[in-house]
T-cell receptor, first 114, second 109 residues
Framework: GAGVSQSPSNKVTEKGKDVELRCDPISGHTALYWYRQRLGQGLEFLIYFQGNSAPDKSGLPSDRFSAERTGESVSTLTIQRTQQEDSAVYLC????????????FGEGSRLTVL | AQRVTQPEKLLSVFKGAPVELKCNYSYSGSPELFWYVQYSRQRLQLLLRHISRESIKGFTADLNKGETSFHLKKPFAQEEDSAMYYCALFNQAGTALIFGKGTTLSVSS
């Protein structure tokens, strides 16, 4: 009966390195979202997956960011050649395909780029 | 474009005082609006949604289309209400939940 699970919870990396963040949604949830939250800022939408439909990638800030999801399971968010401005908490959420569309959030992955 | 504005970054009130957290939005048509809350060391979670017209933990929010507002209200604040509150709405495509920058509510005795 676990909720949305994200790993790693904390990641410190050097500028220029690639990082991969993982999200395990709640079983049966067809929709999955990634958000970025910089210090003192609100949640910034990155990408949305819904089942096998084409994802909405409109929030990805640059081509260094990409995400994948296989079916209705795990998703990975990859940031290539990290920059200091990528430092943030990356939140994942999933939701069922029902009316009301409540999003269930993970605890986030805190990324620090030195 | 869809947008959510929460004008107050911080709202400090005394226990028992009324609370109103402001939210204004920009949307063409009928918006699907929510309030999410994040208590200290907890995950972001849904507080209430306008389509349910519900009251959760004493909080209510009414959609005012004329003023494009969805303010969150509670008549008597409690210390346990201290948290970060986010107003949010789905974009026209229904693919992204767009959040405001959030308001920190601090309730002291």
């Amino acid at each position: 009966g676990a909720g949305v699970s994200q790993s790693p919870s904390n990641k410190v990396t050097e500028k220029g390195k690639d990082v991969e963040l993982r999200c395990d949604p709640i079983s049966g949830h067809t929709a999955l979202y990634w958000y970025r939250q910089r210090l003192g800022q609100g949640l910034e939408f990155l990408i949305y997956f819904q089942g096998n439909s084409a994802p909405d990638k409109s929030g990805l800030p640059s081509d260094r960011f990409s995400a994948e999801r296989t079916g209705e399971s795990v998703s990975t968010l990859t940031i290539q050649r990290t920059q200091q401005e990528d430092s943030a908490v990356y939140l994942c959420a999933s939701s069922p395909r029902t009316a009301g569309r409540e999003l269930f959030f993970g605890e986030g992955s805190r990324l620090t780029v030195l | 474009a869809q947008r959510v504005t929460q004008p107050e970054k911080l709202l400090s009130v005394f226990k028992g005082a009324p609370v109103e957290l402001k939210c204004n939005y920009s949307y063409s048509g009928s918006p699907e609006l929510f309030w999410y809350v994040q208590y200290s060391r907890q995950r972001l979670q849904l507080l209430l949604r306008h389509i349910s017209r519900e009251s959760i933990k004493g909080f209510t929010a009414d959609l005012n289309k004329g003023e494009t507002s969805f303010h969150l209200k509670k008549p008597f604040a409690q210390e346990e209400d201290s948290a970060m509150y986010y107003c949010a709405l789905f974009n026209q495509a229904g693919t992204a939940l767009i959040f405001g920058k959030g308001t920190t509510l601090s309730v002291s005795s």
